[in-house]
């Protein structure tokens, strides 16, 4: 499995955007990038995927390095429920027999009102 | 829409006692997993499965059994339990690996049964 670096806590004022980072250099070609996140007291939630161009949806924005060895979230507009932690996962993109999320321990974001 | 839900919420058992976790959802997803999480720790994979009547080993399997005997559940089991099972324990689903012609199905998690073992 590819590893991943995240810096354990980082903290944003509602309202204003969040970039978090992920640092995953041993990634190799057929490994997509996934994000969930995870409220307090909740199951992880699914955020965003992306394989090498950057990708968008309803939730936030993923922004992947042009030789992929990076990838920041976007939240566009940080909301005090957007404080959890979040998680950067490379996963196989065909993963036969290998369906396992291998999470590590992720970013813990703040939200400061 | 209840997605995934898991019975009990909390429980509190003695060590050597069995207990069976319940996980349903309502998706038709046809794959599901069981995973738990320790203080400060990201989730590590007990068990999984891709279909009925099929379950296979994740990464820390040893103390589990698990059955899906029907497409909507998965059944984690301790059938002696010890002080090292203390955990929050998460089940998951998702559609199969191609899905539609995508890979890369995400999964849908529930919210937890937080396990205590005296």
């Known amino acids: 499995d590819a590893k991943t670096t995240q810096p354990n806590s980082m903290e944003s004022n509602e309202e204003e955007p969040v970039h978090l980072p992920c640092n995953h250099s041993?990634?190799?070609?057929?490994?997509?990038i996934h994000w969930y996140r995870q409220l307090p007291s909740q199951g992880p939630e699914y955020v965003i995927h992306?394989?090498?161009s950057n990708v968008n949806n309803r939730m936030a924005s993923l922004a992947i390095a042009e030789d992929r060895k990076s990838s920041t979230l976007i939240l566009h507009r940080a909301t005090l429920r957007d404080a959890a932690v979040y998680y950067c996962?490379?996963?196989?993109?065909?993963?036969?027999?290998?369906?396992?999320?291998?999470f590590g321990t992720g970013t813990r974001l703040t939200i400061i009102p | 829409n209840a997605g995934v839900t898991q019975t009990p919420k909390f429980r509190v058992l003695k060590t050597g006692q069995s207990m069976t976790l319940l996980c349903a959802q309502d998706?038709?997803?046809?794959?599901m997993y069981w995973y738990r999480q320790d203080p400060g720790m990201g989730l590590r994979l007990i068990h999984y499965?891709?279909?009925?009547?099929?379950?296979a080993k994740g990464e820390v399997p040893d103390g589990y059994n698990v059955s899906r005997l029907k497409k909507q559940n998965f059944l984690l089991g301790l059938e002696s339990a010890a002080p090292s099972q203390t955990s929050v324990y998460f089940c998951?689903?998702?559609?199969?690996?191609?899905?539609?012609?995508?890979?890369?199905?995400?999964?849908?998690f529930g919210d937890g049964t937080r396990l205590s073992i005296l």
């Open positions: 996962i490379p996963r196989l993109k065909h993963n036969f027999g290998n369906e396992k999320l291998t």
């Open positions: 499965s891709v279909g009925e009547g099929t379950t």
């Open positions: 992306g394989l090498t």
């Open positions: 041993t990634i190799s070609g057929t490994d997509y």
């Open positions: 998951a689903s998702s559609y199969s690996i191609l899905a539609g012609g995508r890979s890369n199905q995400p999964q849908h």
């Open positions: 998706m038709n997803h046809e794959y």
